[in-house]
């Protein structure tokens, strides 16, 4: 007998969230991410929490925000066209220095483009996404286990550093279903909470703004924000290994991670060995192992649900000291382990 | 050992309850499996298909170019999905709705009139858990006692009185010559 459940992606994320403590969900219908606010709009009730399906992405995205200014843990989920519309919204978090968790579910584009997984949206994610100086903290799960514990992660970093926060995944991730180990959440707070806003009565005024008009104030700001973000980059990249003495090594996140995968094994059988480095946050980028292993491997490939992305912050770690190379299927379409296997062989 | 399976058929005919069941025996007995259902436009009468991927190790994608298997309940799916299959591999069709000239050469054919019989014991309905009762009888990738545990865990509440039902045609799936 086990204590596994067979659960869905986008309820295991919504569950994971609940676990670590998530008091308010903001959301708007969207395909391939329309069971989690599903989810939410019933669990989020029976454990007493705020669900409220608001009438726009945009409106959701700054009901987050009204509720990180309060001190809440607050999320929102959407799918590509609906994150896109949230980007003002996250750049105003990221300039009021507010924590928050946005997922994007990803599905094809540009434009409104399909239902089907997809990876295109890795440069809106990592690059910023809205206007200004800024990054998300960019956390990329490969499986329904991942979805569920992410959450946790993402929450406690996004506080951690006072930033928001993403959990990138993508269609496929999110629809299918597999067992997962509902395990103990940790759900500790950081208690230096002395930004929030919950009325001055005994205490001096506070004031939250990304409006800083005075001389030199808004650089000083950036100043400030940057230190912050190469403090991130400093202790905060993670990723998975495997076959670290392999010749070739994979590069790929979350599900192109799982195909890469099958593709070991497929090669395993015949004999030959390949890595693959799975970055789990893609902001900040795991840079340092790249670096490496790029004076040990003959070759990288990367692998993306998408026209080749990510692979630009791959040759930049790599600096041009290893070949990289890239293959990847774009508008909804998923690489095969077969192609994989097929570009291997060209390299 | 993998096995890959994709079954599919129309809207409405249980496909996404057959996988979904199938996974949950899996998980079950301890294995690992992955479920991925089309998440299409798909409506009742269209056509809906979902790919299970069971393994004694851990799985990759969950998406199936080549099926092992295939478990098809309707014309429009087998002509869909039959160029996929592994060469010799296992074709399981509802042959009540499906008229083919698939050679033995190709597949291991197996033929069963799925929506007669469940007709017969009471509920057309219940087509899709005979199919998957003689598929099972064939690939024994998991026991049929799992699949009955894994049938309760599934119909709860308002569904539990389809259990009997459900139980019934699973069994004489298994037992069909």
Not at chain 1, 13 to 35: D, K, R, V
């Amino acid at each position: 007998m086990t204590t596994k459940r067979l659960m869905k992606g986008n309820e295991a994320l919504g569950e994971g969230a609940i676990q670590a403590g998530c008091g308010a969900y903001f959301g708007y219908p969207i395909t391939p991410q329309n069971e989690l606010t599903e989810y939410m709009s019933r669990r989020m009730l029976e454990e007493n929490r705020v669900f409220i399906q608001s009438e726009s992405e945009l409106a959701a995205i700054n009901m987050v925000f009204g509720a990180s200014v309060a001190g809440a843990r607050a999320m929102t989920s959407s799918s590509s066209p609906g994150v896109s519309l949230k980007q003002e919204g996250l750049s105003y978090m990221a300039g009021c220095e507010l924590p928050g968790l946005v997922v994007n579910v990803q599905r094809g584009g540009p434009g409104l483009g399909n239902i089907s997984g997809s990876q295109a949206d890795y440069f809106q994610a990592v690059k910023g996404g809205g206007h200004g100086d800024y990054h998300l903290i960019v956390l990329t799960p490969g499986s329904v286990q991942e979805l569920y514990e992410m959450p946790a992660l993402a929450f406690s970093l996004s506080e951690k550093y006072r930033t928001p926060a993403m959990i990138l995944t993508d269609g496929i991730l999110a629809q299918m279903q597999e067992p997962m180990e509902a395990v103990k959440i940790d759900t500790t707070r950081d208690e230096n909470r002395d930004w929030i806003l919950d009325g001055c009565k005994g205490r001096a005024p506070r004031k939250i703004r990304s409006l800083l008009m005075e001389e030199g104030a808004l650089e000083a700001h950036n100043r400030h924000l940057q230190d912050k973000y190469n403090l991130i980059k400093t202790q905060e990249q993670r990723y998975q290994l495997i076959n670290e003495q392999a010749e070739i090594m994979l590069v790929a996140y979350g599900i192109s991670a799982r195909v890469c995968y099958t593709a070991i094994q497929e090669a395993n059988k015949k004999g030959a060995k390949l890595g693959l480095l799975r970055p789990l946050t893609v902001w900040p980028f795991p840079e340092k192992i790249l670096q490496e292993l790029a004076l040990k491997v003959k070759a990288f490939l990367v692998v993306e649900l998408n026209a080749g992305q990510m692979v630009e912050d791959v040759k930049l770690a790599v600096n041009g000291k290893t070949p990289v190379h890239f293959y990847g299927r774009a508008g909804g379409a998923c690489v095969t382990p077969g192609e994989i296997l097929k570009e291997i062989e060209k390299i | 050992m993998r096995e890959e399976l994709i079954i599919a058929g129309f809207g409405g005919q249980g496909i996404m309850f057959t996988g979904t069941l199938l996974s949950q025996a899996a998980m079950i007995e301890g294995k690992f499996v992955t479920y991925f259902p089309s998440y299409g436009a798909e409506v009742r009468g269209g056509t809906a298909n979902c790919c299970v991927t069971i393994d004694d190790t851990t799985i990759g994608s969950p998406v199936i170019i080549n099926p092992d298997s295939l478990l098809i309940l309707n014309k429009p799916s087998l002509d869909r999905f039959k160029p996929r299959l592994k060469k010799g591999g296992l074709l399981v069709l509802n042959s009540t709705l499906i008229e083919d000239e698939v050679k033995e050469t190709d597949a291991k054919v197996v033929r069963l009139p799925a929506t007669d019989i469940a007709e017969r014991s009471g509920q057309i309905r219940v087509a899709n858990i005979v199919a998957l009762g003689k598929y099972l009888a064939i690939r024994k990738i998991v026991n049929q006692e799992s699949v009955l545990q894994a049938l309760e865990a599934l119909l709860t509440g308002k569904k539990k009185e389809l259990l009997g039902l459900n139980r019934k045609a699973l069994i004489t799936g298994y037992e069909y010559k």
